[in-house]
């Protein structure tokens, strides 16, 4: 009965202490192991450890798209790639959600922390098996070396924070926290804000450019530009806005609306005889609208809504949403071009 009792114990202290789901440290654990290196550093300056925070690209589109169960064994196969890329020292730590942290222990100097963050891009940009699909992940991650300035293991673990989403928002891969940072952050999340008062106000404005033949010298096409009217700050560009707008999820509604507006001007172009009846209007999809399993219902819809022919619209879909899930990826390309919608490869956030 004592050693049922201790069993339970230790079991209960475990489950408190660790991750359900990848039975990795959790958050309580890595905070008291992060306090445990700070004090050392204040003892022993020359003691140098370094606070890694990463977070998963495109994990809300496998949720989205695939199923939670998938987006459980996702996280439990990057868990398992994370600890075989740290030594015995090291603490691989899961925080909640996609977000993971790594304390790196007694490295020697910030050159020790690259090599392990480019050991982790390269174990997770190798394709999964989960579930029947074929997934492609990437990680963006913010670094914080110690010093002695820090007074709590929280205020090393936000500022790792802040430099992941600098990461994120660059597409660097990964960023070394720098204290003008904290500016930044305010900024976007003032940003974000902004972004749903411009939905709501209708400061969206779409730019045709158009697209010429040169060797009939016609127009054979327009792109649909995105840009944000900013009642203080004019006019925005995509590079600002389009980052926040996908890690917030409205860009969704943001990519709603432009195809919807892109396909009503084009039709009254069409019904104006301006443009020859080939005419087609390119129009950007991000990575979480081509995951929306609604995708092609809301392409059908505002088509019908627009009356504009399908063979006269022309989607444009990144290469991360393609690689995304490739299974998944190339019925969906199947079915737009059942519908006579013309595709193309685009870069990232240009037509947007």
Not at 19 to 47: I, M
Not at 169 to 183: C, I, N, Q, T, V
Not at 241 to 258: K, N, R, S
Not at 280 to 287: A, D, G, P, R, T
């Amino acid at each position: 009965d004592i050693s049922d009792r201790k069993r339970a114990e230790v079991q209960l202290i475990h489950d408190a202490l660790h991750d359900g789901l990848t039975q990795l440290p959790n958050r309580t654990l890595f905070v008291d192991r992060l306090e445990t290196a700070l004090a050392r550093k204040h003892r022993s300056p020359d003691y140098g450890f370094a606070v890694l925070f990463l977070d998963l690209d495109r994990f809300k589109v496998f949720n989205d798209s695939l199923g939670h169960a998938v987006g459980d064994q996702l996280l439990i196969e990057v868990a398992n790639r994370l600890l075989g890329c740290v030594s015995a020292g090291d603490t691989v730590a899961r925080l909640g959600g996609d977000e993971f942290t790594i304390l790196l222990d007694d490295i020697d100097a910030t050159v020790d922390a690259i090599a392990c963050v480019q050991k982790i891009q390269a174990a997770l940009s190798q394709p999964a098996k989960i579930g029947g699909n074929t997934v492609f992940t990437g990680c963006s991650i913010g670094i914080v070396v110690a010093t002695t300035a820090y007074t709590a293991g929280l205020d090393l673990l936000r500022d790792a924070d802040i430099a992941m989403y600098r990461a994120k928002r660059s597409g660097s891969g990964y960023a070394f926290f720098e204290p003008k940072m904290h500016l930044a952050v305010r900024s976007s999340l003032q940003l974000e804000t902004d972004l749903h008062q411009s939905l709501r106000r209708h400061e969206f404005v779409v730019y045709y450019q158009p697209i010429f033949s040169l060797e009939s010298k016609q127009i054979k096409g327009f792109e649909a530009l995105l840009r944000l009217h900013h009642p203080t700050h004019g006019m925005i560009g995509p590079g600002q806005f389009i980052p926040i707008a996908e890690e917030t999820g409205l860009i969704v509604q943001i990519g709603e609306w432009i195809l919807q507006e892109a396909c009503s001007q084009m039709q009254l172009w069409q019904q104006r005889n301006i443009l020859p009846a080939d005419t087609f209007m390119s129009v950007n999809l991000s990575v979480q609208q081509f995951n929306d399993p609604h995708l092609l219902k809301r392409i059908d819809e505002t088509l019908q809504l627009t009356h504009l022919n399908s063979k006269n619209l022309k989607l444009e879909i990144t290469e991360s949403a393609l690689m995304t899930n490739s299974d998944a990826a190339i019925k969906i390309l199947h079915r737009l071009k059942n519908r006579g919608i013309s595709l193309s490869r685009s870069e990232e956030h240009t037509s947007e």
